[in-house]
Protein backbone atom coordinates (compact mmCIF):
# COMPACT_ATOMS: atom_id res chain seq x y z
CA UNK A 1 0.00 0.00 0.00
CA UNK A 2 1.23 3.11 -0.97
CA UNK A 3 -0.07 6.61 0.19
CA UNK A 4 0.65 9.73 -1.89
CA UNK A 5 -1.20 13.23 -3.05
CA UNK A 6 -0.33 12.13 -6.77
CA UNK A 7 0.11 9.13 -8.54
CA UNK A 8 3.90 7.60 -7.38
CA UNK A 9 6.71 6.91 -9.92
CA UNK A 10 8.90 3.95 -8.71
CA UNK A 11 12.43 5.73 -8.41
CA UNK A 12 13.83 2.28 -9.99
CA UNK A 13 12.97 -0.71 -12.01
CA UNK A 14 9.61 -1.77 -11.92
CA UNK A 15 10.41 -5.31 -12.32
CA UNK A 16 9.65 -7.69 -9.30
CA UNK A 17 9.83 -11.64 -8.10
CA UNK A 18 11.06 -13.38 -11.17
CA UNK A 19 8.99 -14.40 -13.52
CA UNK A 20 6.04 -12.13 -12.56
CA UNK A 21 5.02 -9.01 -14.71
CA UNK A 22 5.57 -5.39 -14.78
CA UNK A 23 4.46 -4.04 -11.15
CA UNK A 24 1.85 -1.18 -11.95
CA UNK A 25 -0.50 0.65 -9.32
CA UNK A 26 -4.16 0.04 -8.60
CA UNK A 27 -6.40 2.68 -7.23
CA UNK A 28 -8.21 1.81 -4.44
CA UNK A 29 -9.26 5.74 -3.01
CA UNK A 30 -7.72 9.18 -3.67
CA UNK A 31 -4.29 9.36 -2.40
CA UNK A 32 -3.97 5.64 -1.92
CA UNK A 33 -2.70 2.88 -4.53
CA UNK A 34 -1.50 -0.78 -4.41
CA UNK A 35 1.07 -2.06 -6.42
CA UNK A 36 1.05 -5.34 -8.12
CA UNK A 37 2.34 -7.72 -10.45
CA UNK A 38 0.70 -10.56 -12.25
CA UNK A 39 2.39 -13.76 -11.16
CA UNK A 40 1.66 -17.06 -13.12
CA UNK A 41 0.60 -19.78 -11.03
CA UNK A 42 2.69 -22.32 -12.29
CA UNK A 43 5.68 -20.27 -10.05
CA UNK A 44 3.43 -18.62 -7.64
CA UNK A 45 0.57 -20.94 -6.89
CA UNK A 46 0.14 -22.41 -3.29
CA UNK A 47 1.80 -25.71 -3.90
CA UNK A 48 4.97 -23.96 -6.14
CA UNK A 49 5.34 -21.41 -2.98
CA UNK A 50 5.27 -24.53 -0.78
CA UNK A 51 8.35 -26.45 -2.79
CA UNK A 52 9.90 -22.94 -2.84
CA UNK A 53 9.70 -22.11 0.65
CA UNK A 54 12.04 -25.20 1.25
CA UNK A 55 14.66 -23.45 -0.63
CA UNK A 56 16.58 -21.15 1.02
CA UNK A 57 17.94 -19.49 -1.42
CA UNK A 58 14.67 -19.15 -3.94
CA UNK A 59 13.01 -17.56 -0.92
CA UNK A 60 16.64 -15.02 -0.33
CA UNK A 61 16.00 -14.02 -4.22
CA UNK A 62 12.04 -13.03 -3.96
CA UNK A 63 12.84 -11.61 -0.68
CA UNK A 64 15.08 -9.30 -2.37
CA UNK A 65 13.00 -8.72 -5.12
CA UNK A 66 10.29 -7.66 -2.90
CA UNK A 67 12.33 -5.39 -0.43
CA UNK A 68 13.15 -3.58 -4.24
CA UNK A 69 9.91 -2.78 -5.54
CA UNK A 70 8.77 -1.54 -2.03
CA UNK A 71 11.74 0.36 -1.43
CA UNK A 72 11.64 2.04 -5.17
CA UNK A 73 8.52 4.06 -3.47
CA UNK A 74 10.30 5.13 -0.76
CA UNK A 75 9.92 9.03 -1.56
CA UNK A 76 6.00 8.55 -1.07
CA UNK A 77 4.42 9.93 2.11
CA UNK A 78 3.49 6.48 3.34
CA UNK A 79 4.39 2.70 2.52
CA UNK A 80 2.79 0.29 3.79
CA UNK A 81 4.95 -3.46 2.93
CA UNK A 82 2.35 -6.46 2.81
CA UNK A 83 4.18 -9.58 3.75
CA UNK A 84 6.41 -11.86 0.79
CA UNK A 85 4.06 -14.08 -1.27
CA UNK A 86 0.83 -11.95 -0.83
CA UNK A 87 -1.17 -13.64 -3.75
CA UNK A 88 -4.44 -12.53 -4.75
CA UNK A 89 -6.87 -14.16 -7.60
CA UNK A 90 -7.46 -11.00 -9.30
CA UNK A 91 -7.10 -7.37 -8.73
CA UNK A 92 -10.71 -7.36 -7.89
CA UNK A 93 -10.00 -9.82 -4.97
CA UNK A 94 -7.01 -7.63 -4.12
CA UNK A 95 -8.98 -3.92 -3.51
CA UNK A 96 -11.80 -5.71 -1.69
CA UNK A 97 -9.04 -7.09 0.70
CA UNK A 98 -7.79 -3.49 0.96
CA UNK A 99 -11.11 -1.83 1.47
CA UNK A 100 -11.55 -4.50 4.16
CA UNK A 101 -8.75 -3.33 6.07
CA UNK A 102 -9.43 0.59 5.59
CA UNK A 103 -9.87 1.76 9.17
CA UNK A 104 -6.39 -0.92 10.22
CA UNK A 105 -4.70 1.15 7.05
CA UNK A 106 -5.69 4.31 7.95
CA UNK A 107 -4.40 3.94 11.56
CA UNK A 108 -1.36 2.76 10.12
CA UNK A 109 -1.02 5.55 7.59
CA UNK A 110 -1.36 8.28 10.52
CA UNK A 111 1.22 6.36 12.32
CA UNK A 112 4.41 5.98 9.54
CA UNK A 113 4.13 8.77 7.32
CA UNK A 114 6.95 10.44 6.23
CA UNK A 115 8.42 8.42 8.77
CA UNK A 116 11.57 5.57 7.95
CA UNK A 117 12.68 2.75 10.31
CA UNK A 118 15.88 2.64 11.45
CA UNK A 119 17.93 -0.43 13.39
CA UNK A 120 20.37 -0.79 15.76
CA UNK A 121 22.07 -3.66 17.28
CA UNK A 122 24.66 -3.93 19.60
CA UNK A 123 27.02 -6.26 20.47
CA UNK A 124 29.62 -7.60 23.39
CA UNK A 125 32.55 -8.66 22.37
CA UNK A 126 33.50 -10.01 25.61
CA UNK A 127 37.32 -10.20 25.41
CA UNK A 128 37.00 -5.93 25.47
CA UNK A 129 34.87 -5.37 27.48
CA UNK A 130 35.13 -3.45 30.46
CA UNK A 131 35.09 -5.45 34.30
CA UNK A 132 36.57 -5.60 37.22
CA UNK A 133 40.05 -7.28 36.92
CA UNK A 134 42.00 -9.05 39.56
CA UNK A 135 45.68 -10.32 39.45
CA UNK A 136 45.64 -14.27 38.84
CA UNK A 137 46.58 -16.42 41.89
CA UNK A 138 49.25 -19.26 41.13
CA UNK A 139 47.94 -21.22 44.26
CA UNK A 140 46.77 -24.48 43.57
CA UNK A 141 44.90 -25.33 46.53
CA UNK A 142 41.51 -26.54 46.84
CA UNK A 143 40.85 -23.29 48.38
CA UNK A 144 42.05 -21.24 46.04
CA UNK A 145 40.43 -23.12 43.29
CA UNK A 146 37.24 -22.08 45.05
CA UNK A 147 38.23 -18.41 44.98
CA UNK A 148 39.29 -17.90 41.65
CA UNK A 149 35.84 -19.64 40.23
CA UNK A 150 34.27 -17.28 43.21
CA UNK A 151 36.36 -14.10 41.57
CA UNK A 152 35.24 -15.57 37.70
CA UNK A 153 31.66 -15.52 38.48
CA UNK A 154 30.89 -12.37 40.33
CA UNK A 155 33.10 -10.61 37.65
CA UNK A 156 30.37 -12.32 34.94
CA UNK A 157 27.55 -11.02 37.04
CA UNK A 158 29.36 -7.18 37.56
CA UNK A 159 29.91 -7.75 33.13
CA UNK A 160 25.88 -8.62 33.28
CA UNK A 161 24.65 -5.82 34.96
CA UNK A 162 26.67 -3.68 33.26
CA UNK A 163 25.74 -4.81 30.35
CA UNK A 164 21.81 -4.52 30.89
CA UNK A 165 22.22 -0.87 32.43
CA UNK A 166 24.52 0.25 29.69
CA UNK A 167 21.48 -1.27 26.78
CA UNK A 168 18.76 0.31 29.04
CA UNK A 169 20.06 3.34 28.84
CA UNK A 170 20.94 3.64 25.16
CA UNK A 171 17.54 2.26 24.30
CA UNK A 172 15.92 5.33 26.54
CA UNK A 173 18.05 7.79 24.96
CA UNK A 174 17.57 6.72 20.88
CA UNK A 175 13.74 6.36 21.68
CA UNK A 176 13.56 10.05 22.94
CA UNK A 177 14.83 10.88 19.30
CA UNK A 178 12.19 8.90 17.78
CA UNK A 179 8.84 8.77 17.23
CA UNK A 180 8.34 4.99 18.24
CA UNK A 181 10.55 2.37 19.16
CA UNK A 182 10.35 -1.51 19.50
CA UNK A 183 12.77 -4.11 21.13
CA UNK A 184 13.18 -7.61 19.47
CA UNK A 185 14.29 -10.61 22.05
CA UNK A 186 18.30 -10.81 21.30
CA UNK A 187 19.98 -12.38 24.16
CA UNK A 188 20.13 -15.59 22.54
CA UNK A 189 21.72 -14.21 19.18
CA UNK A 190 25.15 -14.84 19.47
CA UNK A 191 27.65 -12.62 17.20
CA UNK A 192 31.57 -13.59 16.11
CA UNK A 193 32.19 -11.72 19.33
CA UNK A 194 30.00 -11.90 21.89
CA UNK A 195 26.28 -11.96 22.59
CA UNK A 196 23.61 -9.64 21.22
CA UNK A 197 22.43 -7.34 23.62
CA UNK A 198 19.91 -5.13 21.82
CA UNK A 199 17.80 -6.15 18.17
CA UNK A 200 16.08 -2.60 18.62
CA UNK A 201 14.17 -0.44 15.61
CA UNK A 202 13.02 3.29 15.78
CA UNK A 203 10.23 5.15 13.54
CA UNK A 204 11.99 8.40 12.85
CA UNK A 205 10.84 11.20 10.99
CA UNK A 206 12.42 12.29 8.00
CA UNK A 207 13.47 15.71 9.09
CA UNK A 208 15.33 14.06 11.96
CA UNK A 209 17.13 11.27 10.46
CA UNK A 210 20.32 13.04 10.08
CA UNK A 211 19.75 14.03 13.64
CA UNK A 212 19.18 10.81 14.94
CA UNK A 213 22.43 8.59 12.58
CA UNK A 214 24.56 11.73 14.43
CA UNK A 215 23.30 10.84 17.58
CA UNK A 216 23.68 7.04 17.42
CA UNK A 217 27.25 7.60 16.00
CA UNK A 218 28.17 9.53 18.99
CA UNK A 219 26.88 6.57 21.25
CA UNK A 220 28.56 4.19 18.97
CA UNK A 221 32.06 5.66 19.59
CA UNK A 222 31.47 6.09 23.41
CA UNK A 223 30.16 1.86 23.92
CA UNK A 224 33.33 1.21 21.59
CA UNK A 225 35.89 2.01 24.25
CA UNK A 226 34.14 0.21 26.65
CA UNK A 227 33.16 -3.27 24.27
CA UNK A 228 30.37 -2.99 22.66
CA UNK A 229 30.21 -2.77 18.97
CA UNK A 230 27.08 -1.02 17.55
CA UNK A 231 25.84 -1.31 14.06
CA UNK A 232 22.86 1.07 12.50
CA UNK A 233 21.01 0.18 9.27
CA UNK A 234 18.64 1.77 7.04
CA UNK A 235 16.41 3.96 6.45
CA UNK A 236 13.80 0.73 5.94
CA UNK A 237 10.35 1.16 5.07
CA UNK A 238 8.66 0.90 8.43
CA UNK A 239 8.06 -3.52 8.56
CA UNK A 240 7.53 -3.30 12.06
CA UNK A 241 5.37 -0.23 12.87
CA UNK A 242 2.59 -1.09 10.14
CA UNK A 243 0.95 -3.44 12.37
CA UNK A 244 -1.58 -2.44 15.33
Do not use: C
Amino acid sequence: MIAAPSRPRALRARRGLAGTGSVRLLDVEVGMFLAVADAPPDRYGEDAIARGLRDLEWVSRAAIAHEAVIESFGAARAVLPMKLFTIFSSDERALAHVHGERARIAAAVKRVANHQEWGVRVALDRSRATGTRRRPSHDASGTAYLRRKKVQRDAAIERAEHARDTIAHLYDRLSARASDSTRRSAGELPTASGPLLLDAAFLVPRSRAKAFQAVVGREARKLAGRGYGLTLSGPWPPYSFVQD
